[in-house]
């Protein structure tokens, strides 16, 4: 089992970036896929980005590709997501999810993960 918890959201203006991190529990975080969802009020939550357990594949939604990096460090047990050049429509709360999965399979389904953290609000002004 592995417990998550995120930090690093926040207020910034457009085009500006923050960097989230998820700190993760347990010995074994290199055996979990990683992915950063997101959700806005009133929509259902939606992928960003996943990255595989040795981070030799990553995968991003295209409404974040070239703006959003994510990366981990075994070591540390944790993963983050760099967002630059944020848009009015990046706001949202954001969670860190955990999953073990075959390295090709999908890692944009949400269903597929097993583990949550509780969310960090990022608010996007215009």
């Known amino acids: 089992q592995v417990q998550l918890v995120e930090s690093g959201g926040g207020l910034v203006e457009a085009g500006g970036s923050l960097t989230l991190s998820c700190a993760a529990s347990g010995r074994t975080f290199s055996s979990y896929v990683m992915g950063w969802f997101r959700q806005a009020p009133g929509k259902e939550r939606e992928f960003v980005a996943a990255i595989s357990r040795n981070g030799g594949r990553i995968l991003y939604a295209d409404s974040v590709k070239g703006r959003f990096t994510i990366s981990r460090d075994n070591v540390k047990n944790a993963v983050y997501l760099q967002m630059n050049s944020l848009k009015p429509e990046d706001t949202a709360v954001y969670y860190c999810?955990?999953?073990?999965?075959?390295?090709?399979?999908?890692?944009?389904?949400?269903?597929?993960?097993?583990?949550w953290g509780q969310g960090t609000q990022v608010t996007v002004s215009s």
């Open positions: 999810a955990a999953a073990v999965l075959p390295y090709y399979s999908d890692y944009s389904k949400t269903g597929l993960y097993d583990y």
